[in-house]
């Protein structure tokens, strides 16, 4: 069986976004654009 793991950035951002409620706030914590959020 092969495991497909979510890349640790991804689960930051969502983290962050899930944290801040924004994912304008997401990516100015992360410093990153929002789109790199948002995808």
């Keep these: 069986m092969t495991r497909s793991?979510?890349?640790l950035n991804s689960l930051r951002a969502f983290e962050?976004?899930?944290?801040?409620?924004s994912?304008?706030?997401a990516a100015?914590?992360?410093n990153v654009t929002?789109?790199?959020i948002s995808q």
């Design 34 to 36: 929002h789109s790199a």
């Design 16 to 21: 962050a976004a899930a944290r801040h409620l």
């Design 5 to 7: 793991y979510l890349p």
């Design 28 to 30: 100015i914590e992360l």
């Design 23 to 25: 994912f304008t706030h």
